[in-house]
């Protein structure tokens, strides 16, 4: 098994439940981002920096990942692609996508960059709340497991 963290976006908070996750388990993982990031000392922890631009590590990603590695990202469509794999893939706040909701989700995605582009103001995702941080570590244990 292997971790993917889509790490551009990762909040710190949900990064250090999976350094701490990645030693107690001895399971490998990898940070993919477009910039340089601090990383604890580990053989077990790496990153793969990707060049700038669109989508880049989100390719990066679908490119490496294998079914039953788990992928933590905020990206629809990349958790779209990984589900298509075979991957299992978690959000930072701790819901689990799977193959019976992701179009949903793509679809709700579409609609509401289409009200962002006609002007409506959406505002953006609440911020992570202890109880965000405790659902992703709790779903996280169940899938090391």
Request: net charge negative; glycine share 6%.
């Amino acid at each position: 098994m292997h971790i993917w963290v889509d790490a551009d976006a990762c909040p710190k908070v949900i990064r250090d439940i999976l350094f701490r996750a990645a030693e107690r388990t001895q399971t490998p993982l990898t940070m993919v981002a477009n910039h340089p990031l601090p990383l604890p000392g580990s053989t077990l922890i790496k990153q793969l920096q990707v060049p700038k631009g669109f989508d880049v590590a989100d390719d990066e990603i679908v490119v490496r990942i294998q079914p039953g590695e788990i992928l933590i990202t905020a990206d629809i469509p990349l958790a779209a692609e990984a589900l298509e794999k075979g991957a299992l893939v978690l959000s930072p706040r701790g819901e689990k996508f799977d193959t019976g909701t992701i179009r949903a989700k793509l679809t709700m995605r579409d609609f509401m960059d289409t009200l962002r582009a006609s002007g409506v103001q959406t505002g953006g995702p609440p911020t992570l709340s202890p109880a965000d941080r405790q659902a992703f570590a709790n779903q996280l244990d169940q899938l090391l497991r």
